[in-house]
């Protein structure tokens, strides 16, 4: 998996502090039909993969403090990145 | 004599219905039949959240997901915002599955979905609402 730190950069970011779900994800994530996509789940964490091309489409953290260690609201889009991207790592 | 109550019932809005409206404030119940302020996303504050949260057909139905949930479950975030405004008043998660195949927006056919209504309301704090909606 090349590049992460330039996917995740066009990426959106959505967190919710009340339920405490942070997801960052390609917009592709919410069209792309089910069976073009490739699911990794571990604990609190999920990532898509797009089967295609191979590239990560989403990550999305349950229980998002607790995991990350971190409150989401106050950090910019580069520490969010630096935090997210091991765990991409994990699925190569 | 008998006390007579009535209570508003939210209708799912159609796509067609609810498409190109303009995303304004308004009124629904919550589970105990209290008035809910729902309000937009302000693009200042959400910088990034999902498109499909900014939707007209979404946003003007969350009313709709207050009295037709699937679940509803407090809140057990440890995030210090939120530690701070349950201290306000409740936090109630509602979760509605599918919602937006039941919107039947063109494009998302076929996405399993699951919503997250999100609810904060207190004795002295003004009702707030957010909420989320992702892939399953």
């Known amino acids: ?92 | 004599m008998a006390k007579i109550t009535t209570l508003a019932i939210t209708v799912l809005r159609t796509f067609d219905e609810t498409s190109g409206l303009p995303l304004r404030s308004y009124t629904s119940l919550d589970l105990n039949g209290k008035e809910i302020q729902i309000n937009t996303k302000n693009p200042s504050v959400h910088k990034s959240s999902n498109p499909l949260e900014q939707w007209a057909p979404v946003f003007l139905n969350i009313g709709w997901i207050l009295q037709n949930y699937d679940e509803v479950k407090d809140s057990t975030s440890n995030d210090p915002k939120a530690i701070t405004n349950r201290k306000k008043g409740d936090v109630k998660i509602f979760i509605k599955n599918n919602f937006i195949e039941t919107l039947d927006i063109p494009g998302q056919i076929g996405i399993q979905d699951q919503t997250q209504v999100v609810v904060l309301y207190g004795e002295k704090t003004n009702y707030t609402l957010t909420y989320s909606i992702f892939t399953r």
């Open chain 1, 1 to 92: 998996m090349k590049n992460i730190k330039k996917i995740l950069k066009k990426w959106y970011i959505s967190y919710n502090h009340y339920s405490d779900l942070f997801q960052m994800y390609d917009y592709l994530a919410f069209t792309m039909p089910k069976d073009q996509r490739e699911e990794h789940t571990n604990d609190n964490i999920k990532i898509i993969i797009n089967k295609d091309t191979s590239q990560p489409i989403l990550i999305e953290i349950r229980r998002a403090y607790d995991t990350l260690h971190a409150d989401i609201d106050k950090l910019d889009k580069t520490d969010i990145i630096n935090l997210v991207e091991p765990y991409f790592y994990k699925y190569e």
